[in-house]
Nanobody, 114 residues
Framework: VQLQASGGGLVQPGGSLRLSCAASGIRFSINHAGWYRQAPGKQRELVATITSGGGTNYADSVKGRFTISRDNAKNTLYLQMNSLKPEDTAVYYC?????????WGQGTQVTVSS
């Protein structure tokens, strides 16, 4: 199983980015998934999750700004991030939850700065 995250970068405050996480080697559609982030000196925290049926959940800090989605035909998880703030700066990780273990992507850096 491999999760390949991409789409990070440097963006100004108020800008947007879309993260992608491509899964391979697993039946992606039947598993819950999520995005997490870790800022320097802080613990990894939940950003958003999505169930196999499409139900979503968000951290209070990103509600109304971020949208998690999935394309099961492409085995890909997305995170659309709008109205970005400097405090959103972190390494973002995707996670896939299976009945036997969790799988993590390698992380993609998001930096929000002017």
């Amino acid at each position: 199983v491999q999760l390949q995250a991409s789409g990070g970068g440097l963006v100004q405050p108020g800008g947007s980015l879309r993260l992608s996480c491509a899964a391979s080697g697993i039946r992606f559609s039947i598993n819950h998934a999520g995005w997490y982030r870790q800022a320097p000196g802080k613990q990894r925290e939940l950003v958003a999750t999505i169930t196999s049926g499409g139900g979503t959940n968000y951290a209070d800090s990103v509600k109304g700004r971020f949208t998690i989605s999935r394309d099961n035909a492409k085995n890909t998880l997305y995170l659309q991030m709008n109205s970005l703030k400097p405090e959103d700066t972190a390494v973002y990780y995707c996670k896939l939850v299976t009945s036997w273990r969790d799988y993590w992507g390698q992380g993609t850096q998001v930096t929000v700065s002017s």
